[in-house]
């Protein structure tokens, strides 16, 4: 299956089996669903394969409508489909029968038997590896990789090794693998713990499941509360940590069946008893991160939930006091956002933060961004690579820092809706490897391109299971990438021109460091300790350009704008021009920012413009007092706010200032009260009706499927893997268009519509809402005692005697056993290129057009019966007929009658008749007459 659908709005959903989904209208726990696909970024088709004998494909979406920046019209889907049974002509390439059912060939496996299991025997004779037969899967020796263990590995290797993969085993317990959006912790010796998660085809879940490392095995664990009452509910898009000091994994918050949680969890690994612990400072959240420190704290970044909006608020929870506390943040922090990751890294003790479905200014996308959290101060800087480019934005990826480097994996990237990239974050030098200098260096199959992935690190490798790709995939891979993550580029031109801090040194490509350490410098790390590093490479190294101070990225920023080795702010900010400048604190704005203007500089991050009123929602805008939610201004520059008469733009925060030099009123919040938000229309006409509420946009959806009213902001998160069925927006009708429909047949094509056939009627009945097993009230009290309710297919009726059909009048309607055919009429055949039936003229139209059978409407100034003589009448008129061919009829093109063949022409001058006598071929002496 294969073509693109935009994840926003809609799915082809692919069923094991009649859906209940028909009849419930619900994706969420359809235990027949296998499949749910949209987006861009496959290379390859999926495969998918049913077993119940009925593979039920649902496609619902405004294919009219348009997508995207700039906009283009939604486009279809491709499917091929084939059915494996062993009656003739067989079972196919790569199978055979056994027990009645065509199974892969020994040694084969997947849906479309074309993966091999253990291929060439794992090396084995060369003693590289050994073939997991349980698993289905090699187990290759130190020193060798690869899915068939024959590759040999080199220091600059980033190596994939598949643990476990549901496809290749021989049963299906490890399916449990197959669910997204959980979370995963390592956890003491050498284990795995994974909670939660969303599976296609269960629904929310809240199992516990342990890996062993040593063992590679997986086992179900059976949790229990140490008060005796319920665990936690099942949910998905929560967070979790592992506290070792506690031998304790903790969970907090996520989506549930009745909405985004706030409640808090911890898990003894030892004891394996659930206790709740008290978060009453904790807003309810989903998408965000938890991230421990150190043994004796966790912090909590970001998140989302429909009633509090973008969490903006730094909680940390300290592990020992058992209580939470709100941090008193600094810098730049982030307005808004989930879907994100954050990591720690112990020898800057700061937190670095990339990604996610971020509020920034006065919109809401995918996010690109690198911010870092010194924790010393708590404060936010954003970073801006100091070689190189940053990547493309990401969202529901996977992160974690192994040594010095932070590496990214999967995600939506950029206009992948789906990828397997993998980025190295250079922590020490503030540079990227990005995924096209890290390709080629990857041994062993790769993760499938995906999202709502979990991983954990373990033994200096990264584990990452389950995610989602159109189905939920059921796979546990092991990452393992070099000391020095320069080291993946193998050439010389490859390692200078890679953009990141990396130099050929002694025949190998190394960063920073190791550069560092071959030339015998030693530096001390402190708050220039990057800087400083930079400017000594940049004078040894052709890898390192010299860089201005405001490019670089610096340890210890502070809120005065970022610092060099004497604390003081290195950087300031140029404003009251249309585009403010980012320069150096000791240059001058006149000169390297010149716009004529009188400009003001600004030093502290805090007292920035886009700071003072930046909000994503009207609470957060108006607490403060001094800022007003409104649609009638635009920011257009750093400085520049346009002003309509209407309430026309997005939702905004701007300074309350605004009104005094408005020339005109303006609707805002205050002093009107907050717009209702999104969440709160619970009928679907209100919901499209609306103009939302949430900074960015000014609008709200509506789910087909959860019957819920949304903001825009939220679909991401909410509507993956297709839980949102069809996403409507703007002038989508809500209702499905059942009443005005007036035959079945067309009633049946329409999504949620079914026939009220009523018995004896020949086709009579109504078209009503409704699912599989009848209409939405009730098959009597819609239809009536005396009828019987159609969906999938019309009961039998003649079409062609009650008028239900769609012939022309080119075409005799056929009555089938199920339907009717419309075939051509006698004189009549079908145009293969059109579909239509055009009418057949034996003696054929020379000069003519066949419009009937044997009859042809002759081109102008032509007549017969086929078109084949001329009139003379100069071409310029019809005539009598084929035996008065000079007998002009009415002519045309300023020619005169009664003049022969419409000789006369005529034309008026000044003081006359200029006249010309014209025959054919000849041209006669031109007059006046009168004067």
């Not at 290129?833 to 409407?857: D, F, H, K, S, W």
């Not at 009658?897 to 006249?915: K, N, S």
Request: overall charge neutral.
């Amino acid at each position: 299956m294969e073509g693109w659908r935009p994840c926003s709005s809609s799915y082809v959903y692919a069923f094991d089996g009649v859906p209940a989904f028909l009849d419930s209208g619900v994706i969420q726990a359809d235990r027949t669903l296998i499949g749910a696909f949209c987006g861009r970024g496959r290379d390859q088709p999926l495969v998918l394969e049913a077993h119940s004998g009925v593979l039920v494909l649902y496609y619902e979406a405004n294919v009219t409508a348009e997508e995207g920046d700039p906009p283009v019209p939604l486009p279809g889907f491709n499917a091929t489909a084939w059915v494996r049974d062993c009656a003739p002509p067989g079972c196919g390439p790569g199978r055979d029968c056994r027990a009645g059912r065509c199974m892969c060939h020994e040694g084969r496996a997947g849906p479309d038997c074309q993966r091999l299991v253990c291929p060439g025997d794992c090396g084995a004779p060369a003693g590289h590896g050994a073939c997991n037969t349980s698993l289905g899967l090699c187990v290759c020796r130190d020193g060798f990789a690869g899915p068939d263990c024959a590759v040999t590995l080199d220091p600059g290797h980033i190596v994939w090794e598949t643990l476990v993969d549901a496809e290749l085993t021989a049963d299906t317990a490890s399916r449990f693998l197959q669910r997204l959006a959980h979370t995963m912790v390592p956890g003491p010796e050498d284990t795995l713990w994974m909670f939660g998660g969303l599976s296609l085809s269960h629904g929310l879940l809240d199992s516990v499941y342990r890996y062993s490392l040593p063992e590679r095995r997986w086992t179900q664990m059976l949790v229990g509360t140490a008060d005796g009452g319920p665990g936690p509910v099942p949910r998905y898009f929560h967070a979790a940590a592992y506290a070792p000091a506690r031998r304790a994994m903790y969970v907090l918050g996520g989506l549930a069946a009745s909405g985004a949680r706030r409640d808090f969890w911890a898990l003894d690994l030892s004891t394996l008893q659930w206790r709740q612990e008290q978060a009453t400072a904790v807003p309810a959240v989903a998408g965000h991160t938890l991230t421990p420190r150190r043994g004796s704290s966790l912090l909590l970044i970001g998140g989302y939930s429909p009633e509090n909006g973008f969490n903006t608020q730094l909680l940390e929870f300290d592990l020992a006091a058992g209580t939470w506390r709100v941090g008193a943040q600094a810098g730049t922090p982030p307005t808004g956002l989930y879907g994100h990751t954050a990591v720690y890294h112990e020898a800057t003790d700061a937190v670095y933060v990339f990604g996610g479905q971020r509020f920034h200014v006065e919109t809401v996308s995918a996010s690109p961004e690198l911010y870092s959290l010194h924790y010393p101060n708590l404060t936010w800087s954003l970073l801006a690579p100091s070689h190189g480019h940053k990547p493309v934005p990401h969202v529901f990826h996977v992160a974690a820092v192994l040594g010095d480097t932070m590496v990214v994996v999967g995600g939506r990237a950029g206009t992948r809706d789906f990828s397997n990239h993998v980025l190295l974050y250079q922590v020490l030098c503030n540079a990227w490897i990005l995924p096209d200098r890290t390709g080629p260096a990857v041994v062993g199959e790769p993760m499938a391109p995906a999202i709502a992935h979990a991983a954990a690190v373990v033994g200096g490798r990264l584990y990452v299971s389950g995610g989602f790709a159109g189905v939920g995939l059921g796979r546990l891979a092991a990452l393992a990438l070099p000391p020095d993550p320069c080291r993946v580029l193998p050439e010389p031109d490859a390692c200078n021109r890679s953009g990141a801090s990396c130099a050929w040194c002694r025949g190998a490509c190394v960063s920073a460091d190791a550069a560092e350490r071959g030339v015998g410098v030693e530096l001390q790390r402190g708050s220039g300790y990057a800087d400083e590093k930079a400017g000594l490479l940049s004078r040894g190294w052709a890898a390192f350009p010299a860089l201005p101070p405001a490019s670089r990225r610096h340890d210890r920023p502070t809120s005065a704008g970022a610092s060099g080795p004497a604390g003081l702010p290195q950087c300031k900010w140029c404003t009251n021009c249309p585009e403010g400048a980012c320069i150096g604190s000791a240059g001058s704005c006149t000169s390297e920012n010149d716009c004529r203007i009188n400009q003001r500089e600004i030093f502290a991050a805090g007292n920035c413009s886009e700071v003072s009123c930046e909000a994503s929602d009207c609470p957060k805008c108006t607490a403060a007092g001094k800022c007003m939610w409104t649609r009638q201004f635009k920011r257009t520059g750093e400085t520049r706010r346009i002003l309509s008469v209407q309430p026309t733009y997005d939702w905004t925060c701007f300074s309350h200032s605004l009104l005094n030099v408005s020339p005109m009123p303006v609707e805002s919040s205050p002093p009107l009260p907050c717009p209702t938000p999104c969440h709160s229309h619970s009928a679907c006409a209100d919901c499209l009706r609306s103009k939302g509420a949430d900074g960015g946009w000014q609008h709200c959806v509506w789910s087909t499927s959860l019957q819920q009213c949304m903001s825009p902001s939220y679909v991401p998160m909410r509507c993956a893997a297709g839980l949102c069925g069809r996403v409507l927006r703007g002038s989508e009708s809500c209702a499905p268009p059942c009443a005005g429909l007036r035959q079945c047949a067309l009633c049946v094509r329409q999504p949620r519509c079914g026939w009220c056939a009523r018995r004896g009627h020949n086709g009579g009945g109504r078209c009503l809402e409704g699912g599989l097993h009848g209409p939405r009230h009730g098959l009597a009290q819609a239809c009536g005692g005396d009828a019987d309710w159609a969906f999938l297919s019309c009961p039998p009726e003649d079409e062609c005697a009650n008028g239900h059909h769609d012939c022309n009048e080119t075409q005799d309607c056929r009555d089938l056993a199920r339907g009717y055919a419309c075939a051509c009429k006698s004189g009549y055949t079908l145009h293969m290129a059109t579909g239509l039936c055009r009418p057949v003229c034996e003696q054929g139209c020379v000069n003519g057009t066949c419009v009937e059978p044997n009859r042809c409407r002759c081109h102008f100034g032509h007549v017969g019966r086929n078109c084949s003589a001329e009139c003379r009448c100069n071409r310029h008129s019809d005539c009598l007929g084929e035996g008065r061919p000079d007998h002009c009829l009415q002519c045309h093109n300023n020619t005169m009658v009664p003049t022969p063949h419409c000789g006369l022409h005529g034309v008026r001058g000044h003081g006359g008749v200029a006249w010309a006598w014209v025959t054919s071929g000849w041209e006669g002496r031109v007059g006046v007459i009168g004067g």
